[in-house]
C-alpha cells in the first residue's frame, strides 16, 4: 500500500467526514460517435469506503482500456463516464441521471453500497439503463428489490454466509458476538450468519451494530468483552475496520477470541494498516486470485504490470461486472439496453473466476465463494484458502418475491 493510500485511511479512520460531490470528474473520452458504447462509473470518492471506490474504477479502467485495444465489443468502442459521489443515495441518483441523461451513458457500474443500489434500481427503467452491481450484497436486491435492469456480479451476503456455513462447524469458539455496520448488508449478514451458527450447533450471545463512519468503538468493544462470546464474527468495512481493528488490539480483544471470522472487513489493501495483529482471523474471500484459469491469469498478469500490484477482489469485482456487460452485448450483437438484458438472462460464459451464469430468475450471478485465514508469507501478508464452495451449492433457490 504506498503512502498516499494509507494517508487516505488513517483520515478517514480519524474523522469519518463525507464530503458530497455531486459533479463530474471528467470522462475518460469525448467520443461523440454513434457506435461508441458509454458506461457511467459511480464509485464513492470520499469517506470510510473512498479507497475501495478508487479501485472500483481501476478495475473498469483496466476492463475497457483492454477490450479497446482488441477493438472494442461487437464492432463497438467503449468509453467511461466517471461521476463522483459520497455513497449516499441522493448524490448517487444525481450522479447516475445526469451520466444517463446529460452524458449518454446506457450502463450503469461502480456503485458501491447496497442502500444506495436499492435506490437506484428504482430509477433505471425510466433512465432506460442497465446497472452492474459488484459490490453490494444485501440479498433484498435480487428479492424484493430486484428490477428488470439490474444484474448482480457479486455473491449475496446469503451466497457468502453459506459458504461460510460449511466450515462453521469446525472453527474454534462456541459462543459468537456480532459486530456489523448499521446499514443493510450488515442488517443482513448478521441475521444470515445467526441462521448459519444455529445450523452448525453454535450460539449467538451478542449482537451490535455501530453507524458507518465510526471511529470511535470503545463502548462497542466494552460489551464485546463483557458478553462471554468465545469468538467473533465482525462486519466492518474500510476505514472503519481498520479503526475497530487497531483499537480492538488496544483492548486486547482478539486475545479473548479463539476466532475472528471477519465479512468483507479484511482485504488486501488494508494489510498494511492493519498489520500482524490480524495474522490468523478468518474471512470470507470472494475473489481467490490464484484461481487456475487461463482468464484468470491474464487478467492478474495484465494488471499487475500495468498498475505494480497485484488485483483482489474489489478490482476483480468490477472487471467481472465489465466482463458481464461486454458478454451481453456480444450475444446481444448491439449496445442497446433493452436487447443487452434479454441477452443476459442465463448467460453462461467464461470469466476469470471460471464458467458463471447469470440467472434469469432474478439477475444473480452464480459463482464460487471462499474461505481465507490470513497468513504472513516473505513479502508480508496474504489469504490462505481454507475452503472453497461452489455457487451452485451457496446460491439459494430464487426469491419468490423478485418479481422481473
Not at 470510510?48 to 485495444?69: I, P
Not at 468509453?79 to 459521489?85: A, R
Amino acid at each position: 500500500m504506498n503512502h498516499r493510500i494509507m494517508r487516505t485511511l488513517v483520515a478517514c479512520s480519524m474523522t469519518g467526514t463525507v464530503v458530497a460531490c455531486g459533479a463530474s470528474t471528467g470522462d475518460t473520452a469525448s467520443s461523440s460517435d454513434d457506435s461508441v458504447i458509454k458506461v457511467a462509473v459511480i464509485p464513492p470518492s470520499s469517506g470510510a469506503l473512498a479507497q475501495f471506490g478508487s479501485d472500483t474504477a481501476k478495475g473498469w479502467r483496466y476492463a475497457v482500456e483492454e477490450v479497446n485495444r482488441k477493438g472494442g465489443v461487437d464492432g463497438h468502442k467503449i468509453e467511461l463516464v466517471e461521476m463522483d459521489t459520497d455513497a449516499t443515495p441522493a448524490t448517487t441518483l444525481r450522479a447516475a441521471r445526469e451520466a444517463v441523461l446529460k452524458k449518454g451513458a446506457k450502463f450503469i457500474g461502480g456503485v458501491m453500497t447496497s442502500t444506495e443500489h436499492g435506490a437506484l434500481n428504482r430509477q433505471l427503467a425510466g433512465m432506460n439503463a442497465l446497472s452492474f452491481n459488484s459490490l453490494g450484497k444485501d440479498d433484498a436486491l435480487t428479492g424484493k428489490d430486484c428490477v428488470a435492469n439490474a444484474f448482480r456480479v457479486v455473491q449475496s451476503n446469503t451466497m457468502d454466509v453459506n459458504a461460510l456455513a460449511g466450515t462453521l462447524k469446525n472453527l474454534p469458539g462456541d459462543k459468537w458476538a456480532i459486530q456489523a455496520v448499521d446499514y443493510s448488508t450488515g442488517h443482513t449478514a448478521a441475521k444470515v450468519f445467526k441462521e448459519a451458527a444455529a445450523k452448525a450447533g453454535k450460539k449467538v450471545v451478542l449482537e451490535q451494530f455501530a453507524p458507518l463512519n465510526t471511529t470511535e468503538f470503545g463502548s462497542y468493544i466494552t460489551k464485546l468483552k463483557s458478553s462471554g462470546a468465545d469468538a467473533l464474527f465482525a462486519v466492518e468495512y474500510g476505514a472503519d475496520g481498520v479503526a475497530f481493528v487497531n483499537q480492538a488490539v488496544q483492548f486486547d480483544l482478539p486475545a479473548e477470541f479463539k476466532a475472528v471470522l471477519g465479512f468483507n472487513m479484511v482485504s488486501e489493501p488494508l494489510f498494511k494498516a492493519m498489520g500482524d495483529k490480524i495474522v490468523g482471523f478468518y474471512n470470507n474471500v470472494g475473489y481467490d486470485v490464484k484461481a487456475d484459469n487461463a482468464l484468470n491469469k491474464s487478467f492478474v498478469d495484465g494488471f499487475k504490470k500495468k498498475y505494480k500490484e497485484t488485483p483482489y477482489y474489489v478490482e476483480a469485482d468490477a472487471y467481472l461486472a465489465a466482463q458481464t456487460l461486454f458478454a451481453g452485448i456480444e450475444k446481444a450483437g448491439s449496445g442497446d439496453p433493452a436487447k443487452v438484458r434479454t441477452a443476459l438472462e442465463d448467460l453462461s460464459f467464461d470469466s476469470i473466476v471460471g464458467k458463471v451464469t447469470l440467472r434469469g430468475a432474478d439477475h444473480q450471478l452464480v459463482r464460487p465463494s471462499h474461505l481465507g485465514q490470513v497468513e504472513k508469507t516473505g513479502s508480508g501478508l496474504a489469504f490462505k484458502t481454507i475452503a472453497t464452495a461452489q455457487g451452485a451449492d451457496t446460491s439459494p433457490q430464487a426469491d419468490p418475491a423478485c418479481k422481473l
